[in-house]
């Protein structure tokens, strides 16, 4: 098995060079067919999957001697991630069998041509009963093909250090009932803690990629009762009050500096440095972070931290003024999904559902604090037992929403972090860089 080297963005040349040597492959000659290869990634805190993989390798070449699961495991964040699967795919000889992508990225690849439609397989797959109707939405392209099978999926909410608020004068279990209440806890941590202690993060900008778009502005967004994408009217919603007011809050903790630096808060790792750095040595008090933040604590992690279950606590977060129905999320997942160029179909799917079984998706949900959309899962004692704020992530699903995954969603999610940057860094206000999406997200999808 090769260890594969990070990638980074570069020239396209010097990218066509990483890739070849993160494959091992010269692009001459035919696959073996005997050859499953997987892609996925494998950086910051999320090691759940490269575990989970190395164990489905192990099981499944001793189970089908002859057959060889190649891992090709990248170490680059999600942008960069997903620039080199875009390189892979466009050469048959390089592509990957099996893809492990962020389910906002499907639609695109389909409409790519990298990706094969996997109804017949699912429909055959005696365990496909088991997922839920969640998992399918996910997964299903605009034109009704079902284009991957999740492992599991998350929730998003507010993660807080009970020490430090308590020793601000807050009262624990917190429980913010708006948008304002939380803004006033991050005053209190600051008045009381000062500067040795930043109050709260919310991912912004573009360095921070979709943790700046998903669980930072789309779940304020969400918390207003606006949307990015009217599903009745099938349009971009560019004009909304919630989008500037979203926008305001960012401004606020900014503006107030009740968050990192503007240097820190643009720093790529920010994720990592949040889960494995500040919150255990408590320098930070809250963030607004996804369900998984416990995979970065727990004895497998690459630093565990033993404590955390004594000091770390999850509240949903707030909608703005408390309205209706009160909390709010945001959802995701990853997905394996299958590559157009997959040598040999069959084989590859008996890899993907071995990756995709009760036993496994059990094991991963626990590690990767992933929230089952399986039932056999969902119900398993071993996952309750195990699964670290199973119960207070479970509630949230009825309350979450989704990403709108169209094809144009990856360049609209790019203009909602160069407008929260804008705002941060103060080259514009709220209500500019609203004004700026607008006409960024018209120049993308149309003016129709």
Not at 233 to 244: I, N, P
Not at 313 to 327: L, N
Not at 391 to 409: I, K, W
Request: charged share 25%; with cysteine; glycine share 8%.
């Amino acid at each position: 098995m090769r260890t594969e080297r990070p990638f980074t963005t570069c020239a396209a040349a010097a990218a066509s060079a990483v890739l070849l040597a993160a494959t091992g492959c010269s692009g001459e000659g035919d696959r073996d067919p005997d050859t499953v290869r997987v892609v996925y990634q494998n950086y910051g805190t999320f090691i759940a999957m490269d575990t989970l993989m190395q164990k489905v390798k192990e099981e499944f070449e001793a189970d089908n001697p002859g057959t060889t699961v190649e891992l090709n495991a990248i170490e680059a964040p999600p942008e960069d991630f997903q620039t080199q699967v875009n390189l892979m795919n466009g050469s048959p000889s390089e592509a990957p069998d099996l893809i492990y992508q962020d389910t906002f990225t499907i639609n695109q690849d389909a409409d790519a041509g990298y990706l094969m439609p996997l109804d017949d397989h699912f429909a055959s797959w005696d365990e496909a009963e088991h997922f839920t109707e969640q998992e399918a939405e996910a997964v299903t392209s605009l034109d009704g093909d079902r284009y991957g099978v999740m492992l599991g999926t998350d929730v998003r909410g507010l993660w807080y250090n009970t020490e430090l608020l308590e020793e601000a004068g807050l009262e624990v279990p917190w429980e913010p009932g708006s948008w304002e209440e939380v803004l006033e806890a991050a005053r209190t941590v600051d008045a009381e803690l000062g500067d040795e202690v930043v109050p709260m993060n919310v991912y912004s900008g573009t360095p921070a990629g979709e943790m700046a778009a998903l669980q930072g502005f789309q779940m304020l967004l969400g918390g207003t009762g606006d949307t990015l994408f009217d599903e009745d009217s099938e349009q971009w919603v560019v004009d909304s009050a919630g989008f500037t007011e979203s926008l305001e809050f960012v401004h606020t903790l900014f503006d107030e500096e009740l968050t990192l630096d503007a240097q820190d808060a643009l720093d790529a790792n920010i994720g990592t440095l949040n889960n494995e750095e500040r919150f255990p040595s408590g320098e930070l008090a809250i963030s607004l972070e996804g369900s998984w933040a416990t995979q970065s604590w727990i004895e497998e992690a690459n630093q565990p931290w033993p404590e955390w279950e004594e000091t770390m606590d999850f509240v949903p977060m707030p909608t703005q003024e408390g309205q209706d129905p009160g909390i709010t999320s945001m959802s995701g997942g990853w997905a394996l999904s299958m590559g157009a160029h997959a040598t040999d179909p069959d084989l590859a799917w008996e890899v993907m559902t071995h990756t995709l079984s009760q036993e496994h998706a059990v094991k991963f949900a626990v590690e990767g604090g992933q929230i089952p959309v399986r039932d056999d899962v969902a119900e398993d004692p071993d996952f309750l037992e195990a699964a670290p704020m199973a119960e207070e992530m479970a509630e949230l699903v009825e309350v979450t929403g989704f990403r709108p995954a169209y094809s144009e969603y990856p360049q609209v999610s790019l203009a909602i972090q160069e407008a929260m940057e804008a705002v941060m860094l103060g080259e514009a206000s709220p209500q500019e860089a609203a004004q700026a999406y607008a006409e960024e997200v018209e120049g993308i999808v149309g003016p129709d």
